[in-house]
Each structure stands twice: as structure tokens, then as C-alpha cells.
Antibody, heavy 122, light 108 residues
Framework: EVQLVESGGGLVQPGGSLRLSCAAS????????MSWVRQAPGKGLEWVAN????????YYVDSVKGRFTISRDNAKKSLFLQMNSLRAEDTAVYYC???????????????WGKGTTVTVSS | SYELTQPPSVSVSPGQTARITCSGD??????AYWYHQKPGQAPMLIIY???ERPSGIPERFSGSSSGTTVTLTISGVQAEDEADYYC???????????FGGGAKLTVL
């Protein structure tokens, strides 16, 4: 069964840091682009970051550039999101998703985890 | 930043056809993708490359594209289709992902 399981969410103070993890199973992780997408309470989906198969290409939404870092460990079939200088507006459910990218067809996400909740508050 | 525009809400009676639009300047050159999300659940891909359906998605879900607008059509709407629907694409560079604001489908 194809599965993504996020962990690492929690309550953190403004300015603090948190590292999210995503464990992948049931598919060839090394062949897949991966993404983080978030959803603030009562709001829509917001793409956060993408990473390619070997980690050599990384893309971020403008609001997290310089604060968040996406990375992966192919040997452990794991995806990570290091979040620094957290702000109240980063409060959201963070989803890990498997991506599919092609220069002709663009990028989309076909498998999603259930999400992990990050709350930034004092 | 690139934007995709959706109506915030769509309402239909059971058995009717629901149409949810999504507009964006890059859509003539970039494919659109559709997801639905039920309360408390993760999003699920229901349409890819404008009009293709992943395996397991009912035939009543279909997608189309015309110029800067793509449309998700749900024929014979059922109560279980009540959910939030999001379109998604990439900008003209093909690099940055964007979601529409989401449309809440209400089955009357």
C-alpha cells in the first residue's frame, strides 16, 4: 500500500524552530519528486516546497524562502521540512505529498499523507 | 505570484450537474489538476492533465479546458460529493505550484 506518514508537528513559540518528517512506503521513493503543502485553519491549500529525486532541485513559496528547508534521505525513504523563525501565520496542517513532474505536463501531487499540525503561539 | 481564481461556493441539488471553474493566465500553456477534500481528510487527486481521471475516480467527474479557464464537471451529483474542490497548476516557468482558493460544493 502506498503510504505517507507525517510526524513532528506541535506547539512552538514565535521565532522558534520545528522539523517535520514524512515516512514513505509502498512506492519507489528514489524516483519521486516530493512536496509539502499546508492548510491554515479554515483556509485553503497552500503549496510550500518541492524537491526532486536527488535533492538537487528545491523550490519554495515566497513566504517561506530563507526560513524553511526541504530535504530528503533516500536511504531512509524520508522527507523533511526544517522550519526556522516560525511566525503565527505558519500555523497550519502540513501535508507531505508525492509529486509527479514533467516539463510538458507540469507538476501535481497524486498521494497525500494525513498531515501533521503545527501551531505557532506564545 | 501566479493566481488561480475559483468561485468560493457552488450549490446543486442531488442528481443535477455541478460545474466549478478555475481561471488563470498560464492555463492555456500549463495543465490543470483537481483535488477534492472532505472535512478532516487529506486532499485527493480527482482529475489530472485537465481531463484525465485517476483509477478509482467515478466517471461522473470530468474536466475540460478552454483558454484561460478550466472546468470540473460533476454529473449526477450525490450527497457524498459535498466537499471542497481545489484546482492546481504551475506558473508559466513550470516551477512554482499554485492552488486556487477552493470552491465549497454544497448538495442541497
Amino acid at each position: 500500500e502506498v503510504q505517507l506518514v507525517e510526524s513532528g508537528g506541535g506547539l512552538v513559540q514565535p521565532g522558534g524552530s520545528l522539523r517535520l518528517s514524512c515516512a514513505a512506503s509502498g512506492f519507489t521513493f528514489t524516483r519521486s519528486w516530493m512536496s509539502w503543502v499546508r492548510q491554515a485553519p479554515g483556509k485553503g491549500l497552500e503549496w510550500v516546497a518541492n524537491i526532486n529525486q536527488d535533492g538537487s532541485q528545491r523550490y519554495y513559496v515566497d513566504s517561506v524562502k530563507g526560513r524553511f528547508t526541504i530535504s530528503r534521505d533516500n536511504a531512509k525513504k524520508s522527507l523533511f521540512l526544517q522550519m526556522n523563525s516560525l511566525r503565527a501565520e505558519d500555523t497550519a496542517v502540513y501535508y507531505c505529498a508525492r509529486g509527479d513532474y514533467d516539463i510538458l505536463t507540469g507538476y501535481y501531487m497524486d498521494v497525500w499523507g494525513k498531515g501533521t499540525t503545527v501551531t505557532v503561539s506564545s | 505570484s501566479y493566481e488561480l481564481t475559483q468561485p468560493p461556493s457552488v450549490s446543486v441539488s442531488p442528481g443535477q450537474t455541478a460545474r466549478i471553474t478555475c481561471s488563470g493566465d498560464a492555463l492555456p500553456k500549463q495543465y490543470a489538476y483537481w483535488y477534492h477534500q472532505k472535512p478532516g481528510q487529506a486532499p485527493m487527486l480527482i482529475i489530472y492533465k485537465d481531463s484525465e481521471r485517476p483509477s478509482g475516480i467515478p466517471e461522473r467527474f470530468s474536466g475540460s479546458s478552454s483558454g484561460t479557464t478550466v472546468t470540473l464537471t460533476i454529473s449526477g451529483v450525490q450527497a457524498e460529493d459535498e466537499a471542497d474542490y481545489y484546482c492546481q497548476s504551475v506558473d508559466s516557468s513550470g516551477t512554482y505550484v499554485t492552488f486556487g482558493g477552493g470552491a465549497k460544493l454544497t448538495v442541497l
